[in-house]
């Protein structure tokens, strides 16, 4: 079973508000992916990163930011949230196998 | 382009009866791999099966199967004997291993499927 973390589950926010998404794996895994989903669509890969200190932007263009100080750690940061940052963020890390492992997701309601 | 085209946004099958979920794809990569994924209700990515694109055999894990035909550039996931719980969105993923797209899993549009009892 992976283990691959996301925090918070849900949350609901005001806009303007600055959030971090939490995503934290005890794989070892180098490398990192932030996937946003709206509901009943197809994920879509905002941010990766296969290292330490190595962080890329996804296909989808996005707003938020990410960090990897730390190789268990990449969360994900967006300064001023607006009510259009609504949808599911999932975290996923991989090793050398090709399976992607998944986080819970963080479900995000901007109001 | 569509790399990974799912076309049935919705599927039902009867309990205990199989059931075909399509998948194609496109690339130019000669090495590369496919995933199916299952995402129930409560939103969690559930990997269900890998198939190389070396790989001569289908790939098969318990109840699912994977009908990969290279040449038409499919990779169907077949479940055997359904049970109510395999009611969920289905994922169809590819992994390219070559240039920019190294690593990255592409997604499909995702089948709901509905097992009914």
């Known amino acids: 079973e992976a283990d691959i973390y996301q925090t918070p589950r849900y949350l609901v926010i005001g806009t303007g508000k600055k959030i971090t998404l939490e995503c934290s794996q005890t794989m070892g895994h180098d490398k990192m992916y932030w996937y946003q989903q709206d509901p009943g669509m197809e994920l879509h890969l905002i941010h990766y990163?296969?290292?330490?200190?190595?962080?890329e932007k996804g296909d989808l263009s996005s707003e938020s930011t990410v960090s990897r100080i730390r190789t268990e750690h990449f969360p994900l940061t967006l300064e001023s949230a607006r009510p259009s940052h609504t949808s599911q963020y999932l975290c996923?890390?991989?090793?050398?196998?090709?399976?992607?492992?998944f986080g819970p997701g963080t479900r995000l309601t901007v109001t | 382009a569509q790399k990974i085209t799912q076309t049935q946004p919705g599927m039902f099958v009867q309990e205990k009866e199989a059931v075909t979920l399509d998948c194609t794809y496109d690339?130019?990569?000669?090495?590369?791999?496919l995933f199916w994924y299952k995402q129930p209700s409560s939103g969690e990515m559930i990997f269900l099966i890998y198939?190389?694109?070396?790989?001569?055999q289908n790939a098969t894990e318990g109840r699912y199967s994977l009908n990969f035909q290279k040449a038409r550039k499919s990779a169907n996931l077949v479940i055997s004997a359904s049970q109510l719980g395999d009611s969920a969105m289905y994922f169809c993923?590819?992994?390219?291993?070559?240039?920019?797209?190294?690593?990255?899993?592409?997604f499909g549009q995702g089948t709901i499927l509905t097992v009914h009892p």
């Open positions: 993923a590819m992994r390219e291993r070559s240039g920019t797209s190294y690593g990255k899993l592409t």
């Open positions: 996923a890390s991989s090793e050398y196998t090709d399976e992607q492992y």
């Open positions: 990163s296969y290292g330490v200190n190595s962080t």
């Open positions: 198939q190389g694109s070396y790989d001569e």
């Open positions: 690339t130019s990569d000669q090495s590369y791999g």
